[in-house]
């Protein structure tokens, strides 16, 4: 036998079953973002590997050691996008349309990255990502947080809670930073090796150790919430004040710092306890330097992203079932000429009634076989065509949710009684026979 090949380490397949649940995500969050009249971005999925060295940052985790870079045949270095944001300025500032304008974007799918994979964590994820440009106050700050509030009441979730932060100006973190050094510096028996290592790199993400030695010397670190400049300090209070009068419920947790360089002012991150240690479902913030850092001129900007297999792991974990209906029809053929003429009569049947849901039986076998996959399918009805009614151009209508008789219809006729039927109707138009 040949050898079976596999799929790669961290990168999953998503079976029928499962996608049903990544299709209600999906069209639940297309429905929040219309409804805030945010606009869909398609992006693509790889860019050059420095357009993420220069906004993710060099030092982070993700453009040290996390990406899937690679050289293309004319030897320019490429990535697999470990994130959306990079793509999405860059697409905005190439095509015009940030400057001096106020934007609502959205985009989904796949991202990659090098990661160790366990529950919740993979190399190839999903994302639906969410970016807005050109609106500088915290009411923007709001509005992304009330929509994300709204798509996980729209999806059924409740175990998701709110973490805010504000990681201030440039100049403020930059003074920040240095005061943390020194204190870090002083502890520096007490860190775990990463940390010692980060402290020379990107000291701020110290603080996101889960190390237990580590988390001692933090809990007595400088608070960069202590030392936020005046502006930063106004628009957190404003962005505080928004929520608190439309009842969002949130932690102020000043270790919240993210693992991304591009973050000023307000960041956020939904997190769940459900799903053990990848517990953030969704996260982002404001980013006002990013687009000028990338040579478009100054914009304002805030977004988030949420992971899909962490949303799609807590409705798993809260047990919502997506209503999706069954097939309206399950057309059985059997005998040669009901095989040849079944096919065909199906599609009639889609062209008389466009929105009917119709699977025609294909493979032969025999009637017991047959109707035992129309039930399984979940089909409504059971068109049911033997020779004999090809012959005289008959079908069998047999209910197979409802206690209804079997009943015998002339195929012509049952295409006029069915044509045009909306989605909802087909199957009713033939229960009220
Ligand atoms: P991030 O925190 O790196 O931010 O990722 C956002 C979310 O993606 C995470 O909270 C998590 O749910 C999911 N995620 C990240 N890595 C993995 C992984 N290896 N496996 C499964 N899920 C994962 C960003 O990517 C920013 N671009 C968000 C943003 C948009 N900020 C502003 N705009």
Known sequence: ??????????????????????????????????AYGYEEMR???VESTELFARTIGAATDIVEKEMYTFA???????????????GCVRAGIENGLLHNQMQRLWYAGAMFRHERPQKGRY???????????GMVGPDIDAELIFLTQRLWAGLGLQDVRLQINSLGSPVARAAYREQLVSYLAAHQ?????????????????????????????????????DVLDEESRAHFDTLRAMLDAAGVAYEVNPRLVRGLDYYTKTVFEWITDRLGAQGTVCAGGRYDGLVEQLGGRATPAAGFALGVERVVALLEEAAVVPAEPGPDFYLVAVGEQAERMGVVWAEQLRTAAPEARVIGHCGGGSFKSQLKRADKSGASFALIVGDEEVDKGNVGVKPLRAEMPQQTWAWRELLTQLAGARGDEVSRRLAAQ
């Open 123 to 133: 190399r190839q994820f999903h994302q639906i990502g969410v970016e807005t440009f």
């Open 72 to 86: 293309d045949r004319n030897g320019d270095s490429l990535s697999l996008r470990p994130e959306g944001t990079a």
């Open 1 to 34: 036998m040949a050898k079976i090949i596999q799929a790669v380490r961290g990168m999953h397949d998503i079976l029928p079953e499962q996608s049903r649940l990544f299709r209600h995500l999906d069209s639940t969050a297309r429905a929040v973002l219309g």
């Open 189 to 225: 028996a007490q860190l775990d090796e990463d940390s010692r290592r980060r402290l020379h790199t990107n000291p701020l993400r110290v603080l996101d150790s889960k190390n237990p030695d580590t988390q001692t010397v933090i809990a007595n670190a400088p608070c960069l919430l």
């Open 43 to 45: 992006l693509p999925l």
